[in-house]
């Protein structure tokens, strides 16, 4: 397989900047709406409580998801500095560009992220 080309990096780079402003949007908002819950509580009926609590532990587990998302863009755009990006973490196989192109802050090569799956 080809290893990356600049232009190809380049793009990535400007995808990974743009997931991650679109991601810390999201994350700023549900920040926001997760106060909200807890400023109502003190309003709301026993039942709806339990469905506003509910509803939280849901909307924590997304926004933990997408703190996760947030760290891995980011440790992407530190090996584009570093000039790691498109390598594989574990066996410093070039990473496809079909694979980066689906997710860009991929960062482990197919095989290897087939493993960690069955694990
Ligand atoms: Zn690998």
Redesign the pocket.
């Known amino acids: 397989m080809d290893e990356l080309t600049e232009e190809q990096v380049e793009t990535f780079r400007k995808n990974l900047i743009e997931n991650r402003k679109i991601l810390t949007m999201t994350i700023e908002g549900e920040t926001e709406s997760s106060k909200t819950v807890e400023l109502d509580q003190s309003t709301m009926g026993r039942l709806s409580r339990m469905d506003a609590l509910q509803g939280q532990a849901m909307s924590k587990e997304t926004k933990q998801r997408h703190e996760e998302g947030l760290r891995k863009i980011s440790s992407a755009l530190s090996r584009i500095e570093s000039g790691d990006y498109g390598y594989?973490?574990?066996?410093?196989?070039i990473?496809s560009v079909a694979r980066l192109e689906v997710d860009p802050a991929a960062s482990?090569?197919i095989?290897?992220?087939s493993l960690e799956e069955k694990v």
Not at 88 to 93: G, I, V
């Open positions: 594989c973490l574990k066996c410093d196989e990473i482990l090569c095989s290897c992220a």
